[in-house]
């Protein structure tokens, strides 16, 4: 897969102006949250607000973006410093408890909205993995680089509402072969809007009722 590019124009096109579009109205429709969220991290724990990580964006042959992704804080600023970059688990003991909150409801994210705004990610696609992730799984899981190969990581993902978090290597793989799924989809337009339009229903579902 790697160095080729299956993605179709209208794909690229659609894809694009689908996240400008639902960027711009969700911005405009969550901004008078951030006061309340803002407050909600900064009496429950202190801190700042947001919490950013650099992150591994869209590859190709040749290219690799990085970029610094966006989000509320949701873990003690201590226990953060204190750690490897490694995934959350199922009893994430360094979550505080507004930070439980904000996670269960997707609202964690919301800050994300700027990074698809600027390109730097898409609403739909696979999770951005943080530089020393990526290095560590890299030789233990077949194809996992080559996840993001010409696709742009996103906010929610056909992973990311199928899967809890990955406890295992076992887990990662299945992360893997969702990430791959998609990715095929992009080859078609209307597979892929059908995929998306999927995937945002279900996001909202998930968002509404903390359950998948």
Known sequence: ???????HPLTTLGKRAM????????????????PFIALMIKLDSPGPVFYRQMRIGYQSKNYVRLFLMNRFRTMSVDKEAQSDP???TKNELRVTKAGLFLRRTRLDKLPQLWNVLMGDMSIVGPRPEPLGICHKLEDNIPFYTERT????????GLAQINLSCDE???????????????????????DWLKMDV???????WVMATGKR
């Open 149 to 156: 190969y010409d696709v742009i990581p996103g906010m929610t």
């Open 19 to 34: 996240d400008l579009a639902l960027a711009v109205i969700g911005i405009i429709f969550t901004l008078p949250l951030y």
């Open 86 to 88: 490694v995934r959350a």
């Open 168 to 190: 295992t290597l076992y887990d990662l793989r299945n992360r893997v072969a969702y990430d791959h799924a998609y990715a095929l989809s992009l080859s078609n337009p209307a």
């Open 1 to 7: 897969m790697r160095g080729v590019t299956y993605v």
């Open 198 to 204: 999927s995937i945002l229903f279900k996001t909202f």
